[in-house]
């Protein structure tokens, strides 16, 4: 964990750099460390900030660690940051991919079970959140991440959309900002023709979505096979992001909620693009 931890404070300390982050020097603890904390709870400790705070302490890696509650602010104030750490990271693993071809999914996370419905205080109930978990054959209130990954399982754009949104929105939501030529493996939620078209006119990006089986459009079987062969690793990719996930993600407010899984995405990515 030490040397792991290490790894990424320097990488999110080059990349704060990369920005041009300007920060008060009488800081004692900078935001880099902030953000290394916070990616150590994703990737060690299950999202919890308290046991990575102290393990952080304990360790020495950062001997003046914030308190919990100041934690939580700076944190929270460096939230448009991390997603400008994970947009470079993103365009940086694009640049540097050796495939052209990335997977799109989505998983759905869940802000409660369904029996404490009514009493969920980050999003009251509202039946745009409530959506269906096929794998799991069951009912969830919470948000679908939509994930676009390289070939090779790194997250490079992700969206929230409210749990019972159809993934086709992901069109108009993920920048799809991707070198000419690249191609992109859905899977039947993702099939729309004219979003499909638009995708290819002003993109550059070729949608290699799996048809349905009563699709007006056809396509031969060996190339149906060949998407469903290549969009296969997706489930296994979503099962290490998820694995870092504790019981449940804990938070106090949505925007807590959707930091948090950020945060996990970012972990998992330099983890598996960079750290590993």
Known sequence: MIDQTTALFVIVDDMLQGLRWKEDP???????????????????????????????????????????????????????????????????????SASPRYLLDSFPVALCDNIRIKRCRLVPLNEA???????????????????????????????FLPGAAFDVRAYNTLPLVLPPGSEVYGDTAFVSEQLEALAREFEGVDMQVCLRKDSVRRARPEVEARKQIIRHPVESFFSGILSHFGRHVHAVTFRGFQLKLLLFLLAYSLNKAVIQ
Not at 40 to 51: E, H, I, M, R, T
Not at 141 to 148: I, M, P, S, W
């Open 129 to 159: 959140f409530r959506g269906k978990n096929a794998s799991k054959k069951r009912f969830f209130y919470g948000v679908r991440v939509v994930v676009l990954l390289t070939e090779a399982g790194a997250p490079v754009e992700f969206a």
């Open 26 to 96: 009488r800081r004692r603890v900078s935001d880099a460390e902030v953000i290394t904390t916070a990616l150590a709870a994703a990737l060690f400790f299950g999202g919890n900030q308290d046991k990575a705070r102290a393990a952080l302490h304990q360790t020495r890696l950062i001997p003046q660690m914030l308190g919990k509650s100041r934690f939580c602010r700076r944190l929270h104030k460096v939230g448009d940051l991390i997603m400008r750490v994970f947009l470079l990271l993103g365009l940086a693993l694009k640049e540097t």
